[in-house]
């Protein structure tokens, strides 16, 4: 049974958990990294993308690629009412308040999903053109998780591109460093808060949308979703794209392989895993030292 | 004065069960024992400074230890509390070095991290605790041999302890090492330039609120009948943590008063919507926001505004008595 | 100062309106008789005197909220739609059906029912879908003599080692479901089988009961894994059962998990090389949308399903769809059948529920043909005794259906 083709077979099923995994951390890490708030509503987020997209598709017939345009666009402005209504007002009150606020937000976004789509299991189907199989070694893999990969690729590049080589990208690493700074060189950190959580928002979304149609919609899904995603953002280090995508393949691979290898431990091992670099190295492996609230 | 309220406290839950229906007093030892609870993580949160995510693990390691205790020694109160306060005791021990060596987020999070380790743990050890299905079947207590068979008795033992703790802690948070603790929470570089190493007071106050979070387990055990992994599950330290920070953290009785919040507005309002998550959002947030000392701090400070007001006070006279003496 | 004595009076005041209510906890206790069984005997005195002159209250704990929330309000539904069948009376009596959100908590759960009993003085407890909280449950039920009938939870021990004379079952147990997979699978799909399930006790029951029919008639199960509850992905488990020389593979999934899973199944290939069986819940009338054509060529073992064609049946699913314009589920037609069975309790007692032994004993003899088949109880377990069918999925135009291929008759949980 362990033969070389398995193995590959199950590392190709662990990068492509791995990528999915990276396509829904990637705001949460955006946010905490630049903002310094833990988003505890990020799991919530991502939930109303992929519920927006089941609307989208099955309850008005539109495409998969209309929905994945106009969900994330909806969760985005979503994350702006948020941001303007309730998150400013608590900068002030320090992180602890900010993250408080964020779960408590995830408790009302669980309700309102609910009395919305009831609470019923429900799926987005893959889009048409990457329904099919692909055969590697003998074994048969769905085209769409293949996709998976290319897209978090895409995503993790674009990410790191804004974020090292534009002067968005600046500004965002100054703001990490020193917020004050910023204001003084006559940036409007504010904006630039907004600006980053509503982009939080939009990748939340896409992400629920990329992770529908393998994942599927169900009640709770957020918390599972906020939960693994808390994970791979502590593994990975705050402020870091290279971290995060890092630990969201290091996590998808490990726990691939541990269900292959020990299934009964596999949950307990991704907490071990995330107990170890805590206590090892607190920042996580490629983070940077962050100022504490 | 302090004795005064400690005495007319005692009278009170001594006299609850001769005016209460079973279902308050069981009510009410619910909020209890979910008092304990909230006070031990108060002790972190409130008064070192550090917020757990994952306090939960405590509660059921003292709840599972005493049922199987129970099981398979002895259900004597005695055995069962000390064996389930003992394990929780030893667990806080362990996970407190580790958990020393992290601040703020990185503290929630590898709390967070342990709870789930442990979790997951009591979730696969099917043959010791039931699993998913939790553990049924814990013989009824009895202390000395007297068996606890009726809600009164298990409300009167929870009461005593009850009182017994939240005197303690008060005296302890009020004791020199008390104010250590607070001055960790308020500006920890200060106190380390005092020369006091804060790496140990933070490790005996972890220890010390992991321990009566098990007691607080331990006693849930005797109210039930039964633990299941849900009671372990981080939902469960979210829940607790509201209950501190809606009720007022770094306060003694704010954690009490948000326990018997959550548990009373959770048994009336689902009976009429199940929205109940909706509104513990609601309230909670509005908390956050707008009254983050919690409902004692805004207690406090409506009191002393009614108190000066002019509105006329039926029970003035009774106050007055109360005054002389 | 003031302030303090301000609230103790509050909390007096509140301690003297309470005290009103009803009797006190100090009271219950004084009835307890010498052997400390009869610890409510006070307060039950009390509910039967309300009860015998207007009413019959019959309380149902059922999740409304949670990962079960479906199931309770179907459920639910069922249970109205039978109650409006009768006109909400039963024995010259009218029917209050008060109804609690369980959460599938069991510390909620138990909140819940004291409430009930104390509070809404129930005189009979039915729903609950978690089996946790059916144990979690199962003491203060036994101790306060509460006839209770399970309409869903599945639990083996409910009516094995925990079984209290006050608790009957008209669902299923874990043991129903697999066992009657076992000997078909042998004869019918092959000899070698692989055992997929959720890690949770219902998961294990049922594959353990599966297995041991399915080896007794010859097979060989070459491979178990059990992926934890609300695993999202099953890649890595599905490329370790494709290495493996069997058959076919035999799951236990339900909800969002069964989605997945069926239709991972079908994404990874399997379905060319393997049959895949399963339960009832694998392919339920509730989920077959979601998985959509992925489910085609599923076998299933259950108790009931949408098609089955007999009489009662068709006249349930006809006046569950006009009531609410969708489809039954396995969970409508359990709480329809436990509505019934009480209703047929009640009607036999002439309304006179106070006396919980009586309940029970007048209970145990209902039988009747449900649209499941017919039913009736096993007096020794408290376990229903039912027939279990075999179904396959077919498409049906562009939607999956059941239909029934087998009937294995009058299935009768062992009990130990």
């Known amino acids: 049974m362990d033969n070389i083709e398995t193995i590959i077979a199950q590392f190709i099923n662990g990068l492509s958990y791995g990528m999915l995994l990276f396509v829904i951390t990637c705001g949460l890490a955006l946010v905490f990294g630049i903002l310094g708030v833990l988003n505890l509503a990020h799991g919530s987020l991502y939930m109303m993308g992929a519920y927006v997209a089941y609307s989208i598709t099955v309850s008005f017939g539109f495409s998969f690629w209309v929905a994945l345009i106009i969900a994330p666009l909806t969760v985005a402005v979503l994350a702006l009412i948020i941001e303007r209504t309730l998150l400013h007002t608590t900068y002030k009150l320090g992180h602890l308040s900010q993250v408080l606020l964020t779960f408590g937000l995830a408790y009302i976004l669980h309700d309102l999903a609910k009395l919305v789509w009831g609470a019923n299991v429900l799926s987005i189907s893959v889009p048409s053109l990457f329904s099919g199989s692909v055969s590697i070694l003998g074994q048969t893999f769905p085209l769409y998780r293949l996709i998976v990969i290319g897209v978090g690729l895409v995503l993790a590049i674009g990410l790191w591109w804004i974020q090292n080589k534009t002067r968005w990208g600046a500004i965002i690493r100054a703001g990490l460093s020193d917020s004050e700074m910023i204001g003084a060189l006559g940036v409007n950190i504010r904006f630039v808060f907004t600006v980053v959580f509503v982009l939080g928002g939009f990748l939340a979304g896409f992400g629920g949308v990329i992770a529908a149609p393998i994942l599927g919609l169900y009640p709770d899904m957020e918390f599972q979703t906020l939960i693994l995603a808390l994970v791979v953002l502590v593994i990975g280090g705050l402020g870091s794209i290279t971290g995060t995508f890092t630990a969201a393949i290091i996590v998808g691979v490990l726990e691939t392989f541990g269900r292959y290898l020990v299934p009964e431990i596999s949950m307990f091992i991704i907490f071990a895993l995330m107990a170890v670099i805590l206590i090892w190295r607190p920042h996580g492996l490629l983070g940077k030292q962050v100022t504490e609230g | ?325 | 100062m003031r302030k303090f004595v301000i609230g103790v009076f509050s909390f007096a005041t509140i301690l003297i309106i309470l005290s009103g209510c009803t009797n006190s906890a100090m009271q219950d206790t004084e009835g307890t008789t010498a052997n400390g069984e009869e610890v409510t005997e006070g307060s039950s005195g009390e509910v039967n005197s309300e009860s015998s002159e207007d009413s019959i209250k019959i309380g149902a704990l059922h999740p409304f909220s949670g990962v079960y929330a479906t199931l309770g309000n179907d459920l639910s539904d069922g249970m109205k739609l039978y109650l409006d069948s009768v006109d909400w009376t039963a024995g010259g009596k009218t029917i209050e059906l008060i109804e609690e959100d369980s959460e599938a908590d069991p510390q909620n759960s138990l909140r819940r029912l004291r409430k009930l009993m104390d509070q809404d003085n129930i005189d009979i407890l039915t729903g609950v879908v978690s089996t946790a909280v059916a144990y979690a449950i199962r003491d203060e039920l036994d101790a306060n003599q509460l006839p209770f009938l399970t309409s869903h939870a599945g639990g083996d021990d409910l009516t094995r080692s925990e079984r209290s004379d006050y608790i009957w079952r008209s669902s299923f147990s874990s043991w129903q479901v697999g066992n009657a997979m076992g000997e078909w699978a042998y004869e019918n799909i092959g000899d070698k089988m692989f055992i997929a399930a959720a890690d949770y006790a219902f998961g294990r029951e049922v594959s353990a009961s599966f297995k041991d029919a399915y080896t007794e008639a010859g097979g060989e199960i070459i491979g178990e894994v059990y992926p934890p509850l609300e695993n999202n992905d099953y890649a890595s488990y599905l490329t370790t059962i494709a290495d493996a020389d069997a058959d076919g593979v035999y799951a236990f999934f339900a909800g969002s998990d069964a989605v997945r899973f069926v239709q991972q199944f079908h994404e990874y290939g399997l379905h060319e090389n393997f049959e895949l069986l399963g339960s009832g819940w694998l392919v339920s009338e509730d989920l077959r949308e979601s998985i959509g054509e992925a489910a085609e060529g599923v076998y299933a073992a259950s108790f009931w399903d949408y098609n089955l064609e007999n009489e009662e049946n068709i006249a349930f699913r006809e006046a569950y769809e006009e009531a609410y314009d969708r489809r039954p589920t396995i969970e409508a037609l359990e709480g329809y059948d436990a509505t019934r069975i009480l209703v047929e309790t009640i009607e036999e007692l002439n309304g006179d529920v106070s006396d919980p032994d009586k309940v029970i004993e007048v209970m145990s003899q209902v039988t009747f043909d449900s649209p499941r088949g017919p039913f009736s109880f096993d007096t020794d377990t408290h376990h229903v005794i039912q027939n279990m069918y075999i179904l396959e999925t077919i498409m049906d135009g562009e939607r999956t259906e059941n239909s029934m291929i087998e009937t294995i008759e009058n299935v009768q949980d062992p009990g130990e």
Not at chain 2, 33 to 62: D, R
Request: glycine share 12%; net charge positive; charged share 10%.
């Open chain 2, 1 to 325: 004065m302090t004795y005064l309220k400690f005495g007319i406290a005692v009278l009170l839950f001594g006299a609850a069960p001769f005016f209460l229906a079973s279902f308050h007093i069981s009510l009410l030892t619910e909020i209890l024992i979910l008092a304990i609870f909230a006070l031990s993580l108060n002790i972190l949160v409130g008064y070192t400074g550090l917020v757990s995510l994952g306090h939960a693990a405590f509660f059921g390691a003292g709840a599972y230890a005493a049922g199987l205790i129970g099981q398979h020694v002895s259900a004597e109160i005695i055995t069962t509390l000390l064996g389930g306060v003992l394990v929780s005791f030893m667990l806080a021990l362990v996970v407190g070095i580790f958990c020393m060596k992290v601040n703020g987020f990185y503290f929630l999070m590898l709390t967070l991290a342990f709870s789930q380790m442990i979790y997951s743990f009591i979730y696969q050890s099917t043959t010791w605790t039931g699993g998913s299905n939790g553990l049924t079947g814990i013989p009824t207590p009895s202390l000395l041999g007297l068996e606890l068979s009726n809600i009164v008795w298990v409300f009167y033992v929870t009461a005593i302890l009850f009182l017994l703790l939240y005197a303690g802690i008060s005296i302890f948070v009020k004791s020199p090492f008390g104010r250590v603790l607070v001055g960790i929470k308020e500006n920890e570089t200060r106190l380390k330039s005092m020369g006091y190493n804060t790496k140990i007071y933070r490790y005996v106050a972890f220890v010390i609120s992991g321990t009566l979070g098990g007691l607080s387990g331990v006693l849930f055990t005797y109210f039930n009948g039964f633990i299941a992994p849900t009671n372990v599950y981080w939902t469960m330290s979210g829940t607790v943590l509201i209950m501190v920070l809606i009720g007022g953290a770094g306060t003694m009785i704010g954690p009490v008063l948000g326990a018997a919040l959550i548990v009373i507005l959770e048994t009336v309002i689902a009976t009429y919507t199940d929205m109940w998550m909706l509104l513990l959002g609601v309230i909670f947030i509005f908390f956050v926001i707008f009254l983050p000392e919690g409902i004692y701090g805004v207690w406090q400070r409506s009191t002393r505004k009614w108190l000066k007001g002019k509105i006329p006070q039926p029970e003035l006279k009774k106050v007055d008595r109360e005054k002389v003496s």
